[in-house]
């Protein structure tokens, strides 16, 4: 079986991480002894799930069903950063056969255990990306006052 590498950016500004997270993949790939044919590759922010290259590797998914075997990404927020789009993207994945295999979160697997910690593991993005969105403008707003007195 093939398998595939996702990795993704927020921002081209962020582009110097894509090298370091193929790296950091390839070399998981080569002590689970998977063998990487593809890699997608997003600069987009992972608000949706509609980046070109995630619905491309799920399109490859399902034209090439039964012969991709994982899908590896660094960590979890780096395929989706809220619980819905995650949950809905490894299901999809499941559903063709496909494992979703992270770097970081390695005890993420179909066990009870594993999709506890994988939802979790959502969770916890979702509620990052939430505080940054929405309090640090304003920290920065306290900050410069407290710097002007």
């Known amino acids: 079986m093939d398998d595939l590498i ?3 950016v927020s921002t081209v500004e962020q582009s110097d991480s894509l090298p370091v997270q193929e790296k950091k ?4 790939a ?3 002894d998977l063998n990487v044919k593809h890699i997608f590759t997003d600069a ?5 799930a509609g980046r ?3 619905q491309a ?3 490859f998914c399902r034209k090439h069903k039964g012969k991709i075997g994982n899908v ?3 960590d979890l927020s780096r395929l989706a950063r809220n619980v819905v789009d995650q949950g809905t993207i490894i299901a999809t994945l499941a559903e063709h056969g496909i494992r979703l295999r992270s770097v970081d979160e390695q005890s993420i697997d179909g066990s009870a255990g594993g999709k506890l910690i994988a939802g979790m593991t959502g969770v916890s993005v979702e509620k990052s990306r939430f505080t940054t969105r929405f309090f640090a403008p304003a ?3 306290v900050i410069r006052f407290f710097r002007s007195c």
């Open 57 to 59: 590797m799920l399109q």
């Open 44 to 48: 987009e922010s992972a608000r949706t």
């Open 30 to 32: 080569q002590t689970q």
């Open 72 to 74: 590896i990404v660094a």
């Open 25 to 28: 993949c390839r070399d998981f």
């Open 6 to 8: 996702y990795i993704r």
């Open 139 to 141: 920290s920065l707003l």
């Open 52 to 54: 070109p290259q995630l």
